[in-house]
């Protein structure tokens, strides 16, 4: 191979990764991933010992919302199976109560929102189905069925209110662990909706 091919193609490859390397980190903050928001988990300033002001924690769990609430369904659904350390949930019990309000507000209200409005627009039968299918289908893998449980010892009724269309109501009454634990199914909830 002559040597005057060789310096155009090194410089060649030298200006393509370079671009790759700037575009990677202009949209880092634009990408998310189960990985990414373990790795927000895992890194959090108060579980490594220092002791950051309210606001630096506050700040923190906004960030750590902002790259959950930018998963997809089927992402979320697989942090939820995978999470056999129970990770997630050990965090959240490092949270104040008005910390777990800030973030539950944060990751579980945005999503709702649209589905409490279009959930008003079914009928009972329409919401009867769907409620059973979700509920099925969250029984099948390993964290909706342990959300699933918990949502029945908490309020055997929660079924029954939701397939009336109180989906509402009953979100905004809730204490945060029936809101943590309403979640998989209002996920899956908006999940099928969204196919139909």
Not at 24 to 33: G, P, R
Request: avoid cysteine; glycine fraction near 6%; charged fraction near 30%.
């Amino acid at each position: 191979m002559r040597p005057s091919i060789l310096i155009p193609t090194f410089i060649a490859l030298v200006v393509i990764w370079t671009g790759v390397a700037v575009v990677m980190s202009s949209t880092e903050d634009s990408v998310s991933s189960p990985e990414k928001v373990y790795d927000i988990v895992r890194e959090a300033p108060w579980k490594h010992g220092k002791k950051p002001s309210q606001a630096e924690r506050t700040a923190y769990l906004d960030k750590l919302a902002k790259f959950y609430t930018m998963l997809d369904m089927e992402q979320r659904r697989t942090m939820r199976d995978e999470d056999s350390t129970g990770e997630m949930a050990l965090f959240m019990l490092d949270l104040t109560e008005s910390e777990r309000k800030h973030y539950l507000s944060v990751i579980i209200e945005s999503q709702v929102q649209p589905l409490m409005k279009a959930w008003s627009l079914l009928s009972k039968e329409e919401r009867q189905k769907l409620i059973g299918g979700s509920r099925a289908s969250l029984r099948r893998n390993a964290g909706g069925a342990a959300s699933m449980e918990q949502l029945n010892e908490a309020d055997n009724k929660v079924f029954e209110k939701l397939v009336e269309g109180n989906i509402a109501d009953y979100y905004k009454n809730g204490t945060d662990s029936q809101k943590l634990n309403l979640a998989p199914l209002m996920e899956e909830l908006q999940n099928r909706m969204g196919r139909r």
